[in-house]
């Protein structure tokens, strides 16, 4: 069934199934009951007052039906309001004893249709009402002059009511939806954080363990290829491989003991790494048959944290790039402090073939890239026209914006 509602009704009305509508709540039951019981007993009682005469039974069933339609005002207000309105008008007609809460039921029905945002036809029927009310009724003398003045007061006294209460009902469900939509962006930044924090667990724990485990590979291979002819050589190996294992312990007791925001055992936290540990990159790419030099350019100065640390494991993710995916060369490291940024450039030469080369993964650059736009830098990488490769970082200084 299609219902039509003309004028400011601001609750759409469509199509609605009858299952769909409300049905009698008890506070309905309630309603209708104590409506009905003052209406009835009032005006049995004013009847009997007035002239000693009970009151007519068409009244009494015109109230009682009055009272009754409330427990629909939910589910039909239109029609409830129209049937109340309808029984106000008739019922001077019925008995001689106008006074008493007879309109009330017509004034639930009013207030409900005005709650529910039928509010152009809670105003239309209310003022079809009163021009009702003073053209039959005080005109005929059905109805007191008394009641001229007052009747037009509660109609909008109960229109105001409504009003109020669907206003206050509808702050109420914006006010719901308001905090359901804050907490849902909560619960989406959580989870937007929680991933973030998760790819940067991810991605320092591979520049900590990337390095190091490359170091160790490359020196396992060295000492397993050098142990029968060269045994001198090979035990120069392993002692790479020894020292690139404690200094991964080393990096991944203190990486894990800064997530988990306690110290370590002896009560030191170990600095996570920055530009000051190059000379121990430099060692450790030395001992893995990489020759590695570093050029410095512009004012020595303290950076800040989150740069040192970014330069750092940028450095230290091509070096080990070179060293597992180049085999042995020499590479170049620049470093250009200057105002507003600084920029970190690793070249290596073209590989040899040697037999420790690999094929990557394609990770390593990825998160290089993501710590450089961390930090509103720039990552370059690509091959070199010489065979070589080069990995370019540009990284704005905090102290510069």
């Known amino acids: 069934m299609t219902v039509l509602v003309p004028g400011p009704y601001r609750e759409d009305v469509h199509t609605t199934p009858a ?7 008890p506070r309905d039951v309630v309603v209708a009951a104590v409506v009905g019981a003052l209406t009835v007993g009032t005006g049995v009682a004013l009847a009997h007052a007035a002239s000693g005469d009970p009151l007519r039974w068409p009244a009494v069933a015109l109230l009682a039906a009055c009272s009754a339609a409330l427990l629909l ?4 207000p239109m029609a409830v309001l129209l049937f109340t309105a309808g029984g106000a008008m008739l019922y001077p007609h019925l008995t001689d004893a106008v006074a008493g809460p007879f309109l ?3 004034m639930v029905a009013l207030f409900t249709a005005a709650a529910l945002g039928l509010r152009g036809w809670a105003i239309g029927v209310a003022a ?14 059905a109805a007191p002059r008394e009641a001229l003045p007052i009747v037009p007061g509660w109609l909008i006294a109960v229109l105001v009511a409504g009003e109020v209460s669907r206003s206050r009902r509808e702050y109420r469900a914006e006010a719901e939806r308001r905090a359901a939509e804050a ?5 989406e930044e959580a989870l937007r954080r929680a991933t973030e924090e998760r790819l940067r667990i991810a991605r320092e724990v591979h520049d900590v363990l990337s390095h190091s485990i490359s170091m160790i590979n ?8 050098l142990l029968d002819s060269r045994p001198e050589q090979a035990r120069t190996a392993l002692v790479a491989i020894k020292q690139a294992s404690k200094d991964a312990l080393r990096d991944l007791r203190a990486t894990l003991g800064v997530l988990r925001e306690v110290d370590e055992q002896d009560g030191a936290r170990v600095p996570a790494g920055g530009l000051y540990r190059l000379d121990e990159l430099v060692a450790g790419a030395e001992a893995a048959g990489l020759h590695l030099e570093v050029i410095t ?4 100065r303290e950076l800040p944290a989150g740069v040192d640390l970014a330069a750092y494991r940028i450095v230290q993710e091509s070096v080990s790039n070179i060293v597992r995916h180049a085999g042995a060369t020499t590479g170049t490291v620049t470093v250009r402090l200057g105002r507003a940024a600084l920029t970190v450039t690793v070249d290596n030469e073209a590989g040899t073939a040697d037999g420790t080369a690999s094929p990557g993964a394609g990770r390593g650059i990825r998160g290089m890239r993501e710590r450089a736009e961390a930090l509103g830098g720039e990552l370059e990488a690509g091959p070199r026209p010489d065979g070589g490769f080069r990995v370019s970082a540009r990284l704005p200084l905090d102290d510069a914006r």
Do not use: Y
């Not at 079809?128 to 003398?141: D, Q």
């Not at 350019?297 to 020595?300: F, K, L």
């Open 19 to 25: 299952r769909a509508l409300p049905r009698p709540t």
């Open 104 to 106: 009330l039921p017509m």
């Open 73 to 76: 005002r939910r589910r039909h």
């Open 183 to 187: 907490e849902r962006t909560r619960q």
């Open 297 to 300: 350019h512009g004012e020595p």
């Open 218 to 225: 490359v020196q396992a291979g060295v000492a397993v290829h």
């Open 128 to 141: 079809a009402f009163f021009v009702v009310f003073v053209a039959f009724g005080v005109r005929t003398g």
